[in-house]
């Protein structure tokens, strides 16, 4: 899945609320160790820059929820009032 695109297509009003959502299941999650050290850098990275609602720091938020807790990635974006992009993710999973 490009989760950049994916996240071209979110609307500004709603990034800083996902961005939110997305550190707070990977930090909660029990499958920490699902995430490659590279990837967890890059994360930590986009942090330590502010940058996490960019459409970079997003999509690397996003590929890392994916990985960790995918069912939970999906209910996020139900929550948020995204269900097409819910239903991609779930799309994606599965193949």
Known sequence: MDY????????VAKLSLLSDKL?????TSKN????PSQMANTILHYWQH?????????AALLEAAVLL???R?????DELQMPD???QI?????T
Do not use: W
Not at 23 to 27: A, E, M, N, Q, Y
């Open 4 to 11: 950049r695109k994916l996240v071209e297509t979110i609307t």
């Open 23 to 27: 550190v707070d299941l990977i930090l």
């Open 32 to 35: 920490d160790e699902k995430m």
């Open 50 to 58: 502010g940058v996490l609602t960019s459409e970079s720091g997003l």
């Open 69 to 71: 807790e995918p069912d």
């Open 73 to 77: 990635t999906v209910n996020a974006f």
């Open 85 to 87: 992009k819910a239903e």
């Open 90 to 94: 779930k799309e994606s999973v599965k």
